[in-house]
């Protein structure tokens, strides 16, 4: 995983800048006074005086020894320019402390990260290193009242982490290849360790840990391709951020008569009385463009809750009936399966006749999972790539050329999954502006990247980190709580099963947890959007909206 190292190189490139600018100004101070005292003591005093005697006199004053060598003065301008030296001198002396002695005092008083843990610790939660995707994993995590224990062996970097997440995490520095640092962090008694790591280091600590612990292991890996190898050397799961976000921006492009099933399924027992949750985006030609959500009035019609919906990268969380519909906004509705099914039968499904056409620009990890997840749903897919790949149209995704020949202008559907923010960020523009109806769905490497992707034209980004974060998040919290969605407002909606034996009510819940229930399944029973005088029993699962937070305390309090 690439390393945050450019903030320190700029520190202590800072730091020797500011070394320098002393050294010149202590230099100048010893030049000027001593030539100035070398001319002006015979002509005041009377006396001649050597220019290793000046110097001496001019060191024993800026470091306020006073020998007293040359003393008494008998003229008042040797008395002044004595003055000026010491004035000076403790000038030079306040530069010396904020510039140099401060930021080096500061550098080696700092608490540094503790080597072990203070106390034992069980059922904990080691994560392994300090890239981007760690930073999203801690996170994702916090919705839960999970110990954490980070493990860097980079002090520089740990210090980043104890900065960042101290509140949230024990951070802890040590050498990975050192047994002793996996016995200070009770690694033996850890229920999941999650190596975010290379995959050479990664491979190493996991070789190096696997008999000592018989916690789960999950492995974060840049290239899917080395998945084997990490199994082989004891990870239970694999993960590999670019797979997890080429699948999540292939979902997003299905444009299917029945959409993205986020949670419920038909094959599931009892589907009719579940609730099910949707993601709908909107296309080009679709019945749905230019009707506002009272038009639509599913509640009315259909028993349907509008949960939420996000239009260029803007999230709404609480839908008027005056937001109108256009051909960038994806809907996420939450309805019983029966109701759901009605509504694509009657609003949605059979919009379109005009048949799916992907582009996929890049045909790396992440363009190779999308592609498999639209053929998959029966979407015709064109590649562009550099390489030949024996069916693609070889050239620049940001060049023109390239993207009318790939037939851009009839497709509906633009996938920018290439490994540079930068040509990722134009392409999305030469595309938008080649079909303004298409829907762009862009992969981002840096989140610096995602609001210009957005300005660009995009309907959607995926930042590898941040879907790398959450699939791992979602192996760590299972038994504890899924995590149905990640919003782009940092909140979360989860289901959670209710584990306390006397009821509780939705007003109770949300009044002391700040969630919002959205929904309510038990058995015999599926209620969206419940009254506040509805009661959740023992076994009841609770679909909620909420930061991180609030869903610790709902979790907490079911």
């Given at each position: 995983?690439?390393?945050?190292?450019?903030?320190?190189?700029?520190?202590?490139?800072?730091?020797?800048?500011?070394?320098?600018?002393?050294?010149?100004?202590?230099?100048?101070?010893?030049?000027?006074?001593?030539?100035?005292?070398?001319?002006?003591?015979?002509?005041?005093?009377?006396?001649?005086?050597?220019?290793?005697?000046?110097?001496?006199?001019?060191?024993?004053?800026?470091?306020?020894?006073?020998?007293?060598?040359?003393?008494?003065?008998?003229?008042?301008?040797?008395?002044?320019?004595?003055?000026?030296?010491?004035?000076?001198?403790?000038?030079?002396?306040?530069?010396?402390?904020?510039?140099?002695?401060?930021?080096?005092?500061?550098?080696?008083?700092?608490?540094?990260?503790?080597?072990?843990?203070?106390?034992?610790?069980?059922?904990?939660?080691?994560?392994?290193?300090?890239?981007?995707?760690?930073?999203?994993?801690?996170?994702?995590?916090?919705?839960?009242?999970?110990?954490?224990?980070?493990?860097?062996?980079?002090?520089?970097?740990?210090?980043?982490?104890?900065?960042?997440?101290?509140?949230?995490?024990?951070?802890?520095?040590g050498s990975y290849a050192v047994a002793s640092t996996w016995r200070q962090v009770f690694i033996e008694d850890a229920a999941t360790v999650v190596v975010c790591e290379r995959e050479g280091v990664a491979a190493s600590i996991i070789l190096g840990i696997r008999e000592m612990t018989k916690a789960k292991i999950v492995a974060v890996v840049d290239n899917p391709d080395y998945d084997r190898y990490l199994r082989y050397a004891g990870a239970e799961y694999v993960l590999s951020p670019k797979t997890s976000a080429g699948r999540t921006l292939g979902r997003h492009a299905?444009?299917?008569?029945?959409?993205?099933?986020?949670?419920?399924?038909?094959?599931?027992?009892?589907?009719?009385?579940?609730?099910?949750?949707?993601?709908?985006?909107?296309?080009?030609?679709?019945?749905?463009?230019?009707?506002?959500?009272?038009?639509?009035?599913?509640?009315?019609?259909?028993?349907?809750?509008?949960?939420?919906?996000?239009?260029?990268?803007?999230?709404?969380?609480?839908?008027?009936?005056?937001?109108?519909?256009?051909?960038?906004?994806?809907?996420?509705?939450?309805?019983?399966?029966?109701?759901?099914?009605?509504?694509?039968?009657?609003?949605?499904?059979?919009?379109?006749?005009?048949?799916?056409?992907?582009?996929?620009?890049?045909?790396?990890?992440?363009?190779?999972?999308?592609?498999?997840?639209?053929?998959?749903?029966?979407?015709?897919?064109?590649?562009?790539?550099?390489?030949?790949?024996?069916?693609?149209?070889?050239?620049?995704?940001?060049?023109?050329?390239?993207?009318?020949?790939?037939?851009?202008?009839?497709?509906?559907?633009?996938?920018?999954?290439?490994?540079?923010?930068?040509?990722?960020?134009?392409?999305?523009?030469?595309?938008?502006?080649?079909?303004?109806?298409?829907?762009?769905?862009?992969?981002?490497?840096?989140?610096?990247?995602?609001?210009?992707?957005?300005?660009?034209?995009?309907?959607?980004?995926?930042?590898?980190?941040?879907?790398?974060?959450?699939?791992?998040?979602?192996?760590?919290?299972?038994?504890?709580?899924?995590?149905?969605?990640?919003?782009?407002?940092?909140?979360?909606?989860?289901?959670?099963?209710?584990?306390?034996?006397?009821?509780?009510?939705?007003?109770?819940?949300?009044?002391?947890?700040?969630?919002?229930?959205?929904?309510?399944?038990?058995?015999?029973?599926?209620?969206?959007?419940?009254?506040?005088?509805?009661?959740?029993?023992?076994?009841?699962?609770?679909?909620?909206?909420?930061?991180?937070?609030?869903?610790?305390?709902?979790?907490?309090?079911?």
């Amino acid at each position: 995983m690439n390393r945050p190292s450019s903030l320190f190189k700029r520190v202590a490139g800072s730091y020797r800048a500011r070394i320098v600018l002393f050294l010149l100004l202590l230099a100048a101070y010893l030049v000027v006074f001593t030539a100035v005292f070398h001319t002006g003591y015979p002509l005041w005093e009377g006396e001649p005086i050597t220019w290793e005697e000046a110097v001496l006199f001019v060191m024993e004053t800026v470091t306020t020894v006073g020998y007293g060598y040359l003393l008494p003065f008998e003229s008042e301008y040797t008395i002044l320019l004595t003055i000026v030296m010491i004035v000076t001198g403790v000038f030079l002396i306040f530069i010396f402390i904020p510039l140099l002695l401060a930021p080096a005092l500061s550098e080696y008083l700092q608490a540094s990260p503790p080597r072990r843990l203070s106390s034992p610790m069980k059922g904990h939660t080691v994560v392994i290193g300090s890239g981007e995707m760690t930073k999203s994993l801690i996170e994702s995590l916090g919705i839960a009242d999970l110990p954490i224990v980070i493990v860097e062996e980079d002090r520089e970097h740990a210090h980043q982490l104890l900065r960042r997440f101290g509140d949230l995490a024990w951070v802890i520095w040590g050498s990975y290849a050192v047994a002793s640092t996996w016995r200070q962090v009770f690694i033996e008694d850890a229920a999941t360790v999650v190596v975010c790591e290379r995959e050479g280091v990664a491979a190493s600590i996991i070789l190096g840990i696997r008999e000592m612990t018989k916690a789960k292991i999950v492995a974060v890996v840049d290239n899917p391709d080395y998945d084997r190898y990490l199994r082989y050397a004891g990870a239970e799961y694999v993960l590999s951020p670019k797979t997890s976000a080429g699948r999540t921006l292939g979902r997003h492009a299905r444009a299917g008569s029945q959409g993205e099933t986020i949670h419920g399924s038909s094959e599931e027992g009892g589907a009719l009385a579940l609730l099910r949750i949707v993601s709908i985006p909107v296309m080009a030609g679709s019945r749905l463009v230019g009707k506002t959500f009272a038009e639509l009035a599913l509640p009315e019609k259909y028993g349907i809750s509008v949960l939420f919906f996000w239009r260029k990268g803007k999230f709404v969380n609480f839908p008027r009936g005056s937001d109108r519909i256009d051909a960038s906004t994806m809907l996420f509705l939450l309805g019983k399966g029966e109701d759901v099914d009605r509504a694509f039968g009657e609003i949605f499904r059979g919009d379109r006749e005009k048949r799916d056409i992907a582009v996929i620009a890049g045909y790396g990890d992440v363009g190779r999972a999308a592609y498999r997840e639209l053929t998959a749903a029966g979407i015709d897919c064109i590649v562009v790539d550099r390489k030949d790949r024996g069916n693609n149209v070889v050239g620049e995704a940001e060049d023109e050329a390239t993207l009318r020949a790939a037939h851009i202008e009839e497709a509906t559907t633009c996938i920018v999954a290439l490994n540079n923010d930068d040509v990722n960020i134009f392409t999305t523009l030469m595309a938008r502006n080649l079909n303004p109806g298409i829907r762009i769905l862009a992969r981002a490497n840096d989140p610096s990247s995602v609001d210009k992707l957005y300005l660009a034209g995009a309907d959607y980004v995926s930042l590898l980190p941040t879907i790398g974060g959450q699939a791992v998040a979602g192996i760590v919290l299972a038994g504890t709580v899924r995590v149905l969605l990640d919003l782009p407002d940092g909140s979360k909606v989860v289901v959670r099963r209710s584990t306390r034996r006397k009821g509780v009510s939705v007003d109770r819940i949300e009044r002391r947890c700040g969630v919002r229930v959205a929904g309510i399944e038990g058995e015999g029973r599926a209620i969206v959007e419940p009254d506040g005088g509805e009661t959740i029993g023992q076994g009841d699962a609770v679909i909620a909206v909420g930061h991180a937070g609030p869903l610790r305390k709902f979790i907490r309090h079911l």
